[in-house]
């Protein structure tokens, strides 16, 4: 039998082997490699040709969705299952539409981890039943201001305007990002704009009830 093989990208050792240790212990699927990192990440996706790659939004070095985006555009085709600790509620449709395949929390992935990967790799996609009833909800009711943040804000602003919330300053953003401050500060100027927030105390304010308020 010709097994599938798995590329997990996740910076964080207990994690992959843990994922590593259930995989391989399927008689059709076998963990190909690991990457710490989006540039190894990358690399390793050219040269090992996956099947399907998990990938952890939380790498040090990058920004998960926008890895995502990097990745289909050298194996367009290889389906990607986001395992992730941060909320399906926020993060689920954003994935999706980055192009990956599937989204499961690391707090859940003891009980989906083998349903996500072969419903993924049957070229469908996972998402919990939570998220999917949530995101029915959603084209039925009036936004709310959760919904509405996901929405007006891309992806790196709401990646700033979450570091803000956990009390991360500019220059600390800056490094996390591996973006400029220059650059940090724009977008924390385009987020004031669309959310309509007058100075930098009010967006730190904002932030932090929006995260205080959207935990894990």
């Not at 009036?142 to 300053?169: Q, Y």
Request: charge should be positive.
């Amino acid at each position: 039998m010709n097994k599938k093989k798995v590329l997990i990208v996740d910076d964080h050792p207990v994690v992959v082997r843990g994922l590593a240790q259930v995989i391989n212990k399927q008689k059709d699927l076998t963990v190909c490699g690991s990457a710490n990192s989006a540039v190894k990440a990358i690399k390793l996706v050219n040269e090992l040709n996956p099947d399907i790659i998990t990938l952890d939004l939380s790498l040090k070095d990058s920004n998960g969705l926008e890895l995502i985006k990097d990745l289909l555009v050298h194996k367009p085709d290889v389906p990607i299952l986001v395992i992730s600790m941060y909320d399906e509620n926020i993060y689920a449709e954003r994935v999706l539409k980055a192009g990956a395949k599937g989204y499961i929390m690391k707090e859940k992935v003891t009980k989906e981890l083998l349903k996500a990967l072969y419903k993924v790799l049957d070229n469908k996609v996972y998402i919990s039943e939570d998220v999917q009833n949530n995101l029915l909800n959603s084209s039925m009711k009036n936004l709310n201001l959760k919904k509405s943040i996901i929405d007006i804000l891309s992806d790196r602003e709401l990646e700033v305007f979450e570091f803000t919330g956990d009390g991360l300053t500019t220059s600390e953003i800056a490094k996390r990002t591996n973006l400029g401050i220059k650059t940090i500060e724009t977008y924390k100027t385009k987020i004031k704009e669309k959310l309509k927030i007058k100075n930098s105390t009010q967006l730190v304010k904002y932030a932090v009830e929006w995260k205080m308020n959207n935990k894990v």
